[in-house]
């Protein structure tokens, strides 16, 4: 079985729904396209509050990353500027996320980021 590193951006074939059942911290979704547009979508169980979704679908060849949304916060300045939070107690501050992949996971249609090709 493949396993990530937290914090890696990937770049699936099929489409991936992203479900959070649990959730003690809100997770953001980043989406980066083809013509260098991105994305950003809340998923958390505060349907009532804020802009939160449950599920999400991130489409086939979209390069995408999870992160707590309060470990990071994103700035548009006519440039995107992300910076970290201080840390947080894992304790107390965690997330519980399934990915299920459309159709069946390949482990050979699967594409994982390299920095040094993000960063420009």
Same mark, same amino acid.
Do not use: Q
């Given at each position: 079985m493949a396993t990530k590193k937290a914090g890696t951006m990937?770049?699936? +074939? %099929? !489409? !991936?729904?992203l479900s959070s059942p649990c959730l003690t911290a809100l997770l953001d979704? &980043? @989406?980066l396209y083809k013509?260098?547009?991105f994305k950003l979508t809340s998923v958390g169980s505060d349907l009532l509050g804020e802009d939160q979704q449950p599920q999400y679908m991130v489409p086939p060849y979209v390069w995408f990353r999870l992160y707590p949304t309060n470990d990071y916060a994103i700035s548009i300045d006519g440039a995107v500027k992300v910076h970290k =939070? @201080?840390?947080r107690d894992a304790d107390n501050h965690h997330s519980f996320l399934g990915a299920t992949c459309i159709p069946a996971f390949q482990i050979e249609d699967a594409e994982v980021?390299? +920095? =040094? %090709? &993000?960063?420009?």
């Open positions: 990937c770049r699936p +074939r %099929e !489409t !991936t729904p979704v &980043f @989406e013509d260098g547009n =939070a @201080e840390p980021a390299k +920095r =040094a %090709e &993000f960063i420009s």
